[in-house]
DNA sequence: CGGAGTGTTGACCCATATCAACTCATGTGG
DNA sequence: CCACATGAGTTGATATGGGTCAACACTCCG
């Protein structure tokens, strides 16, 4: 569906489905709230926030991809989540970001202020309790995500990324990754070889099937949710 | 929901701290929205709800401790929190938990139900806004902790962990594990083995003494916090 | 073209898991 | 009060999944 991939092409960039319930959750929750939504573009790896920076807005991923992560000292990276077209992004209960936000290829984003949510939440019961459904979906993502950093194999991780990004990404066909081996890897807590050498595998298994490395057909998504554990 | 209601002797042991502000958290919304708080008591590792049960109460921890976990269908188990005296747990946005909650040892809790809340919420700006921060603050924890697992190797986990329980645990001499080895490393993504290993390691380095296997007593906070990178 | 970025694959290594033996402490019932 | 079982913790020996390091292929793009 909306798979908006790499550089831009055809960009038929706001496909039924982005429309539809997802576009709608945010609309309904600014729109309600009276604020101004605008539009900002980002490029390929260009950061929109950083960690422990103000989180002065809330923002919605219109066209392209975005990472979220942490670091440690030495550079070790945990992306903690990737927000695709109709992901609302960058809400904070409190002032700060906890996670640094990239594009991760060229990224179109409407956004709000937080202020203007606040406010908004302030005086109107359903947007205040929009904006505590979406923090738990966050947390929902972020308690699956520990189960399979902390307790799943290689093949585990793999096949349960590429179920999550079929159900977010993916229409009937091919699906089109927007991230690199180095960006899943360090989503899932492997290295970019392991992930590389899992999908290969995974191939010569018949479970999926290629064209070009981020193009990816599942042949077998029964097989993959076996894996899943 | 149910067992042994031995509705709570009035909890001999109350550290101060808890009742200073951490409880007034839990107070201050179940009073301001008149909600009534039940007492409750679980035996050690008796059930206090199931994942995919529905959310019917949110509790707070008088005594004793409480792990929420995930498991895979293997039997491996993630566990995601342990919820100390004062903390509050088993608030959902949703009708539904995610983890399954289990008392680490005997364990008294407060309780009110979840409609009670819900309904103070949609009449009360200020009770929406401080369980939407509540389950942020469960949301900070997990973006963390996804940090820890996929990133951090096993001294560094150990590490963190124990300055954790320092902070959240500890007075000003030793503190007391409520929980075995192997619940700390289905919490750190580790086997039991290993996290006892990497204590004695401790131990051996002069960063911690011992008085019992659950009765540790920091030597070197800043080595600790090194290591914690 | 050539260079940079990305991905794949191979060889080897090592941190942690696994399997196993042992020590304690605690509790139970004969 | 002992004998014994049970669970928790520690420690050792060994195995292994995934990391590291390195070479090479592919694709874009200037």
């Not at 670091?71 to 695709?84: E, H, P, T, V």
């Not at 009937?172 to 899932?188: F, K, N």
Request: some cysteine; aromatic content about 6%; charged content about 25%.
């Amino acid at each position: 569906m909306l798979n908006q991939s790499v550089a831009a092409k055809t960009a038929g960039p706001n496909p039924a489905k982005l429309g539809q319930h997802v576009t709608d959750e945010f609309h309904l929750v600014a729109r309600h709230a009276g604020l101004v939504e605008t539009e900002f573009f980002y490029n390929k790896d260009e950061e929109i926030y950083g960690e422990e920076e103000p989180g002065d807005y809330v923002y919605q991923v219109i066209r392209g991809a975005v990472r979220a992560y942490k670091l440690l000292s030495d550079g070790r990276r945990q992306i903690g989540a990737f927000y695709l077209p109709g992901d609302i992004f960058g809400l904070e209960s409190g002032p700060i970001h906890r996670l640094t936000a990239e594009a991760v290829v060229d990224t179109n984003v409407r956004l709000v202020t937080r202020r203007g949510l606040e406010k908004a939440a302030g005086t109107d019961v359903q947007v205040a309790r929009r904006l505590w459904a979406m923090t738990s979906a966050d947390l929902r993502h972020a308690e699956d995500h520990m189960l399979l950093l902390g307790r799943k194999n290689a093949g585990e991780r793999v096949a349960t990324f590429l179920l999550e990004m079929d159900s977010r990404l993916a229409g009937v066909g091919m699906m089109a990754l927007p991230m690199c081996r180095r960006d899943i890897g360090d989503y899932l807590g492997l290295t970019l070889e392991t992930v590389s050498r899992t999908l290969s595998r995974f191939h010569l298994q018949g479970m999926l099937g290629f064209s070009g490395a981020r193009q990816i057909l599942l042949r077998n998504r029964a097989g993959l949710r076996n894996l899943d554990a």
